[in-house]
């Protein structure tokens, strides 16, 4: 990519199609089925949640979706393109902030720039991917030095960098107390609608997928297929306790097989 | 401690007899208490005389005199020393502890004779070797220095570069790691006949043999330093468009160096132990060949006075190696405390 199309470039996103994907794993010889034929349309700069049960096999269908590994069976198109390896365009945010303990978090950051090869033409970047997570302060701060939403803020920061048109979030906030989850989850929206990627995130908490996604799909129990979709028209910011929050909340945990 | 200096001076016009009570309150015990053992070693070796002969003993008890002078000083003006002065404050038990040490080893060598020559040597025996060998040792030293670090150096690299290829290359961990766990235990030593006969010159083969015992925990703990490195530090690697070369350079690298630091430690140990046997493949100076020259003509004395000196070059070479770690390490502060 030359410079001249990288400054050109505006943020993009990335129109998704899961088409009947199912995946195995091999566990100590014998095969685990994770996903079963599951079907998934997202638009461009389309915000979905992904819920199921804990173990159901969503986080695989990140990995796949990333270029991580390719589907037992079943093909996934970006933009209508198969994805067979990752790509810095379509960028995965661990659970774990999974910062490179020996890098500050500077560095860190810039990953993504360096491997590519651009970070010099490119290191304003940083600062400003830096700056956009607050991270300014800490910018040579080794990781050991962070908290816990600071680390994944720059692991945040770390994807964000790369202008990525497509970011796969894999429960991102789940080790976080609840103050710093709330914080993290408004930011998250906003970040979305300032750069309009498209964003797909796994969660284990209704809540959360309802104050931030379009659109939730719940997962059936492993080996996954999609069990129910809801679509959440409401505008941002969102309030938890909006009544119409709340009976989504409801009607979700039910599929989910609860009774509230 | 600086508050009671501070008070000192506060009261220059404190009468006599009070203010030297109060320099005494305020000096550093356990210095007055080195240097009297310090004294001692020097007037023991002066006042009684040697059952045999060794040498340099008056040389001996000078310098005793004048480091026992030097706690005195010290006594009086370490706490001005800021941290310098706090270190040697730190190690006073210490100070005292070698005054004894000093004290006790004259008189059960050269003065009473209970450990007699030439299988034991007082401490101004030891100083007698430097004293009329000195140039010779010298000599040894910088031969020394030649070989340890030739071999150890090319050791390491070749090590280290074998170590990362294990860790990261399936294919060639599948051939390579068995043949290391086969020679690895095997005394960098037992290859001396080998070498003997793939190498041109005795040197190349002793720097083989020390660059072997440095080379093969080197290697070995790098490629499993390598091999414990978190699989999803590569995930973000590759999500972030790394290519191979960019994760062994930036992943696989740091990541495995602090095991790779223990195998250098090792490897350092393992090196100066071969040095001696390095050195007998014919060579003409060297500490190693120097040891076994004086050992084969009873030449106990120059032997203790030899080791002392590798011990201290060892000591000084694992000193540096540590500022280098926690140099490179510092990511890993959070870790280990």
């Avoid at chain 2, 004290?103 to 007699?116: I, N, R, S, V």
Wanted: glycine share 10%; aromatic share 10%; with cysteine.
């Amino acid at each position: 990519m030359s410079l001249a199309a990288a400054v050109a470039q505006t943020h993009p996103s990335l129109s998704l199609d899961v088409r009947g994907v199912s995946h195995e794993f091999d566990l100590d010889g014998s095969r685990l089925r994770a996903l079963d034929g599951v079907n998934l349309e997202i638009a461009a700069g389309e915000f979905v949640a992904l819920l199921g049960p804990s173990g159901c096999g969503k986080s695989t269908l990140l990995r796949l979706i990333a270029g991580l590994e390719t589907p037992t069976s079943g093909s996934i198109l970006g933009d209508g393109e198969p994805i067979l390896r990752p790509d810095p365009s379509r960028i995965l945010v661990f659970q774990d902030p999974t910062l490179f303990p020996w890098a500050t978090v500077q560095a860190n950051v810039a990953t993504g720039l360096e491997a590519r090869g651009v970070l010099k033409s490119q290191r304003g970047r940083v600062t400003d991917a830096l700056a956009l997570t607050e991270l300014t302060a800490f910018a040579k701060a080794y990781p050991h030095q962070l908290s816990g939403g600071m680390a994944q803020r720059a692991a945040l920061a770390r994807a964000l960098v790369n202008d990525p048109s497509l970011l796969l979030l894999d429960e991102p906030l789940g080790k976080l107390d609840s103050l710093t989850r709330l914080a993290l989850q408004e930011e998250l929206v906003k970040l979305w609608r300032r750069r309009g990627f498209t964003a797909l995130l796994v969660t284990h908490d209704v809540e959360e997928a309802l104050l931030l996604a379009g659109r939730v799909v719940v997962f059936s129990e492993r080996p996954a297929h999609i069990k129910a979709e809801f679509k959440v028209d409401k505008p941002y910011p969102r309030h938890r306790d909006d009544p119409d929050i709340v009976a989504k909340r409801r009607e979700i945990l039910e599929t989910l097989g609860l009774k509230t | 401690m600086s508050d009671a200096i501070r008070t000192l001076d506060s009261r220059p016009a404190a009468s006599g007899p009070a203010s030297l009570v109060y320099i005494w309150r305020t000096s550093w015990k356990q210095g007055w208490i080195a240097a009297l053992t310090w004294a001692a070693a020097g007037l023991v070796t002066v006042a009684l005389p040697d059952v045999v002969h060794w040498g340099s003993g008056p040389l001996f008890a000078q310098i005793m005199v004048g480091a026992a002078i030097i706690f005195v000083i010290l006594a009086l003006s370490v706490h001005r020393l800021g941290r310098a002065g706090e270190r040697i404050v730190h190690y006073g038990p210490w100070f005292i502890a070698i005054g004894v040490w000093l004290t006790l080893w004259e008189l059960t060598t050269a003065k009473f004779g209970w450990l007699p020559k030439p299988f034991f040597s007082p401490p101004h025996g030891l100083l007698n070797v430097y004293v009329t060998d000195g140039p010779r040792l010298l000599i040894c030293i910088g031969y020394t220095l030649r070989l340890w670090s030739l071999g150890f150096v090319s050791g390491v690299a070749v090590g280290y570069v074998l170590g990362i290829a294990l860790g990261w290359s399936k294919s060639f961990a599948y051939w390579g790691m068995p043949i290391l766990k086969l020679i690895g235990p095997v005394p960098a030593t037992a290859w001396i006949p080998v070498t003997f006969y793939f190498f041109p010159t005795t040197f190349l083969a002793s720097i083989f043999i020390v660059g072997l015992a440095s080379g093969i925990p080197v290697a070995i703990l790098t490629a499993s330093g390598v091999g414990s490195i978190n699989k999803a530090y590569y995930d973000v690697g590759h999500v972030l468009g790394a290519s191979d070369w960019y994760l062994i350079r930036k992943i696989a690298v740091p990541g495995s160096l602090p095991h790779t630091f223990v195998g250098l430690f090792m490897g350092l140990y393992y090196s100066f132990a071969v040095l001696v046997v390095a050195e007998m493949l014919g060579a003409k100076f060297g500490l190693g060949w120097y040891i076994q020259f004086q050992t084969a003509y009873s030449g106990y004395a120059n032997v203790y006075a030899t080791l002392l000196i590798m011990a201290l070059l060892c000591s000084g070479v694992v000193r540096l190696m540590f500022m280098v770690r926690d140099r490179l390490l510092v990511w890993q502060k959070g870790f280990i405390s």
